[in-house]
């Protein structure tokens, strides 16, 4: 057995195109469709010394391709050979290229549920782990067609409010008490390592630089002690009739209320009335009570996505 790179972007797709995952899903498949091969190489994002084989002659056994974008590496095509030792060198060699970067991730997609437990991601993660690497987030996937979910009564006394120019010191509050006490991995480690305001001024600036801030909603309670803001959702639809619910979260001090729900409700109501074909959105996989908000709207996940950074 000997590890090599293709000798030619030719000879790299080709070696790619003829790839299994080690995990089958839609997101690791589409990694080696053609279409996506051939726009990564030609914008520079794939190169053939960043994709590893393990051969035996002209027989490719199995490989590990990445893919460099700026200062990121991303090691994101495992198509593990059945040896353990080729697959472990393959692995190897993958890091030894990530390590330089201070933006290196490991990124692949699971089965549905439980993924952590299923034995094809066991195999990829326990070599990985070794070799430094360390999870940073297991989410739900959720991408099905409109049709497949269906409306929900609107909650009595919940108003949404766009947001609007102006509004961002009020997002940031509110994210404040979104971000206490939360669920979700990526919310608790940003809270970890920025402390609660740190990491509401962050994510309010990833809202607001990803979308257009007519996108974010402020969940209002009219309730008889006044107006409150108890929650936020995000959502949009893009010009090719996929529909992305970017963020749901609701107020430390209104969970429990089934705000959650009705928040997920309103934005897939909102979604199929502009035109979504395609509903598309993630939630962390220990995040159980916005998996049981997606499910009361219909929305069922159709694999999980994992993703490991060095330690």
Known sequence: MELRSPASTDEAIRWLRAGTPTIDTPANRARLASGALERGFALGHRRPEL???????????????????????????????????????????????????????????????????APGVRRVLEPLEALGWRLRAARRHYELPASAVRAAAPQPGLRLERAAPGDEHRLTMLLETVLDGSLDARDRRAVDEHGLEGAARGLAHELLAADPIECIRFAVDDGADGRRDVGVASWLVMPSGHGYLLRVGVARAARGRGLGRALVAAATADLRAGGAHTLIADTDDENAPMQRAFAAAGWAPTESRIELVLA
């Open 51 to 117: 994709v590893w084989a393990a051969t035996a002659g002209p027989r490719v056994l199995g490989l590990v391709a990445a893919r460099e974008v700026g200062d990121a590496r991303l090691i994101d095509v495992l198509c593990l050979p059945d040896d353990a030792d080729a697959s472990a060198a393959l692995l190897r060699r993958a890091t030894e290229w990530a390590l330089p970067s201070d933006d290196a991730e490991v990124s692949f997609g699971g089965p549905a549920h439980e993924p952590l437990r």
